[in-house]
């Protein structure tokens, strides 16, 4: 058994008969579908085996919380790769029983299965999977048109986090996506990448001044910063990002054409 599998025992609230019917109950929950994240009296933590630990209260919570290796800015780049002593290849997690650390220990794919641990890697693959909108894009000035050698403004509204919810390993998990960086493409070879939205006129943050007439495909694309959390959990970083191409939009540059009016 793996050390993960090693961390299940049963807990039996009321009794203290050993073969007990209460106790048999008990003992049947601890298996390998047993879920260490939402554990009440079911599961928990040991390093022996199949054990009776009588309970008081209403139960305990796990967490299972990824070892970074690599921060990028407040988010996890990397998670901490691990072997098992059968050479599987994991991730580090620390285990924590009601807030109290259980030590550091090396997951695989087929232990989370096991033992309904969702992983990181397992959230990084729904939240690649998960359909995310594309940001809405605004040009002014409105329809399409705009002059040469002219400040035109770009900006988005789209700027909340969107969550959805999926199921791992039979546990509900919320993943929420929040934009975090805006790539412009003006459709004349400049591009320009913001962590900003940008602003409705006056205000003017991104601008772009087409130096030539002629008809531009200008479009926004939106990386997204994920994090996620287990049934009603703490929220975890999502160590990947997940980048969405906007539909281009036709965009006319003119000259501007003086005109004598009278008076």
């Known amino acids: 058994m793996r050390i993960l599998g ?36 079911t599961c928990g933590s040991s390093g022996h085996g199949t054990t009776k630990l009588p309970v008081a209260g209403p139960g305990q919570t796990y967490a299972v919380i990824p070892v970074c290796g690599s921060k990028l800015r407040r988010h996890c780049g990397k998670v901490l790769d691990c072997t098992d002593g059968e050479g599987t290849a994991g991730h580090y997690y620390d285990v924590k029983v009601d807030g109290v650390n259980q030590g550091r220990h090396c997951i695989t794919p087929s232990d989370a299965t096991e033992t309904g641990v969702v992983t990181l890697d397992a959230v990084t693959r729904a939240f690649k999977d998960l359909t995310w909108p594309a940001s809405t894009l605004v040009i002014q000035p409105p329809d399409g048109l705009t002059l040469v050698n002219f400040d035109t403004n770009f900006y988005t509204t789209s700027t909340s986090p969107i ?42 943050t991104n601008t772009h001044d087409y130096l030539r007439i002629g008809t531009y495909a200008v479009s926004l694309a939106t990386t997204y910063t994920g994090r996620y959390r287990v049934g009603d959990g703490g929220w975890q970083s999502i160590a990947e990002t997940v980048t969405v191409e906007g539909t281009p939009q036709q965009l006319r540059v003119i000259e501007a054409q003086p005109k004598l009016v009278g008076y």
Do not use: M
Request: hydrophobic letters at 35%; charged letters at 15%.
């Open 163 to 204: 969550t959805q919810t999926v199921t791992l390993v039979k546990q509900q998990v919320t993943i929420e996506a929040t934009p975090s960086q805006y790539h412009w493409t003006f459709g004349d070879g400049e591009t320009l990448t913001t962590t900003k939205p940008g602003a409705p006129y006056p205000k003017l």
């Open 6 to 41: 090693r961390l299940l025992l049963c807990f039996a609230i009321a009794a203290t008969v050993l073969g007990s019917t209460q106790e048999r109950a008990a003992a049947e929950n601890c298996n390998a579908n047993a879920n260490l994240l939402s554990a009440s009296e």
